[in-house]
Nanobody, 128 residues
Framework: QVQLVESGGGLVQAGGSLKLSCAAS????????MGWFRQAPGKEREFVAV????????HFSDFVKARFSISRDSAKNTMYLQMNSLKPEDTAVYYC?????????????????????WGQGTQVTVSS
């Protein structure tokens, strides 16, 4: 079993930055990829970004491209989401997730149903 714990959320003004972390623990981490999703009140959970554990390939949703970056530290079993130029519409609970099966298309990476492990979420609030 894999446990995921997010940290780094908080309140920031529009235009500011935050860095989220997601630490994996439990059995040896052999998952194919880790990603970030977010969910705002009254909205569906949406894909933000993903990084493959071997190779470090990344994919982003259009609404965060050029503003967010994703990375992982294999030695620490930790994934990061650097969020810059934050906007009020980025306000949401951010969840990290891990999937054991590799995906080969953006559509597959963006499907939350294929992620077996989830963190508890961390709140990000961007004030205008």
């Amino acid at each position: 079993q894999v446990q995921l714990v997010e940290s780094g959320g908080g309140l920031v003004q529009a235009g500011g930055s935050l860095k989220l972390s997601c630490a994996a623990s439990g059995r040896a981490f052999t998952e194919a990829a880790m990603g970030w999703f977010r969910q705002a009140p009254g909205k569906e959970r949406e894909f933000v970004a993903v990084v493959t554990w071997i190779g470090g390939n990344t994919h982003f949703s259009d609404f965060v491209k050029a503003r967010f970056s994703i990375s992982r530290d294999s030695a620490k079993n930790t994934m990061y989401l650097q969020m810059n130029s934050l906007k009020p519409e980025d306000t949401a609970v951010y969840y990290c997730a891990a999937r054991s099966r590799m995906a080969y298309s953006f559509k597959d990476f963006a499907s939350y149903k294929d992620y077996e492990y989830w963190g508890q979420g961390t709140q990000v609030t961007v004030s205008s």
